[in-house]
């Protein structure tokens, strides 16, 4: 009787050279990572807290230091008014050998004549501190209000009370947006000039002469016992100037109308 083996069926050849399927491991969870030394942990906080508190201190220094030249830069804006107001007088224009005050600006300086001109009016009609509070664009709105009313009101009673518009809403012109200072005053100068229109008879004058006398008188100032007046003659003829001053200041009357800045341009 055959053995076993005899009666075991052999495998076929084909069979005999296939490769044997792969055995899948099972998975195995890995170990629980190991908890560190108290001495290790408190250390690796340690060193973690003082990299915050040095990035911390890189932070402050950064933000002390945009502080300080912020200030720097806001200072610097109205001595840039008042040396190009110095730059003005066409005698040091003459002695420069400048062609002109706009070549002086658009060549030389290389910036245009309505951002010179809105430099010189903030730096010469305010107060420097007022000025530095303000900040250029603020300033220059809060003027471009004063001009465009028939009152003879200054910067600092513009910001002492709310004003009220020609619609009727009222804005608090120490915390108004820019933009909303600048609609306020082409409203204010629009209202001025339909009250100007409607009226029959009388005479006025309108925002923009108030702008050039304002910006005239300013140049006066620095005339001894030199007086100017606005004079309103209507829409046809225009406004009219008396100016009074002592005969032996003529020359420097004579500069100071020639120094006398002209009106910013505002958006409409």
């Not at 053995?3 to 296939?18: E, N, Q």
């Amino acid at each position: 009787m055959p053995d076993a083996a005899a009666r075991r069926t052999p495998r076929p050849l084909y069979r005999r050279h296939m490769p044997k399927p792969a055995q899948t491991k099972r998975a195995t969870k890995a170990p629980p990572a190991r908890a560190l030394p108290k001495k290790l942990a408190a250390k690796d906080r340690a060193a973690h807290a003082a990299k915050e508190q040095s990035l911390a201190e890189r932070g402050f220094a950064a933000v002390a230091l945009v502080r300080e030249r912020r200030r720097t830069i806001d200072a610097a804006f109205v001595d840039i008014g008042l040396a190009l107001d110095t730059l003005k007088d066409p005698d040091v224009l003459e002695a420069m050998g400048v062609d002109s005050w706009d070549a002086l600006c658009t060549k030389t300086l290389q910036m245009s004549v309505a951002g010179a001109e809105k430099l010189i009016a903030v730096a010469t009609r305010l107060r420097r501190e007022l000025a530095l509070g303000l900040g250029v664009e603020r300033a220059s709105a809060a003027l471009a209000i004063i001009d465009a009313t028939p009152e003879d009101d200054t910067v600092e009673d513009v910001l002492a009370a709310p004003l009220k518009l020609p619609g009727g809403a009222v804005i608090d012109v120490r915390t108004a947006p820019t933009a909303a200072l600048w609609r306020a005053a082409a409203d204010l100068r629009h209202a001025a000039q339909a009250a100007g229109a409607r009226r029959r008879g009388g005479k006025t004058t309108t925002p923009e002469e108030r702008v050039d006398f304002a910006l005239l008188r300013t140049s006066l100032r620095r005339v001894p016992d030199a007086k100017a007046t606005l004079v309103a003659r209507g829409a046809t003829k225009g406004a009219l100037v008396r100016l009074e001053f002592p005969l032996a200041a003529r020359s420097n009357v004579a500069k100071a109308l020639e120094r006398a800045p002209a009106p910013p341009r505002r958006p409409r």
